[in-house]
């Protein structure tokens, strides 16, 4: 099991920056992907940012550019930072861990953390 605690959300005026953190613990050694999605009122959660062990990032077009996710292998932890706000930022993000395992892919999930964008 891979227990998941995200910090920093809060709230932002539009063209401000936020910086979030997700700490992994238990059985983290073997984390191949981490990651943070979003979801909105009303909306299906949606990826915004991941990230290998090896580095490599993929980012939504919606946050590309303003995003930048970042992960300290030897910590277990796993950034989000968040420049130029938008209103449309506004979700609860949540953190998340992939790992392979004899073929199948588990996911882990952090509670969330609310980030609002006041315009």
């Known amino acids: 099991q891979v227990q998941l605690v995200e910090s920093g959300g809060g709230v932002v005026q539009a063209g401000g920056s936020l910086r979030l953190s997700c700490a992994a613990s238990g059985s983290a050694f073997s984390i191949n992907v981490m990651g943070w999605y979003r979801q909105a009122p009303g909306k299906q959660r949606e990826l915004a940012a991941l990230?290998?062990?090896?580095?490599?990032?993929n980012y939504a077009d919606s946050v590309k550019g303003r995003f930048t996710i970042s992960r300290d292998n030897g910590q277990n932890t796993v950034y989000l930072q968040m420049n130029s706000l938008k209103p449309e930022d506004t979700a609860v993000y949540y953190c998340n861990a992939k790992k392979l395992h004899t073929g199948v892919v588990y996911d882990y999930w952090g509670r969330g953390t609310q980030v609002t964008v006041s315009s």
């Open positions: 990230i290998t062990t090896g580095g490599s990032a």
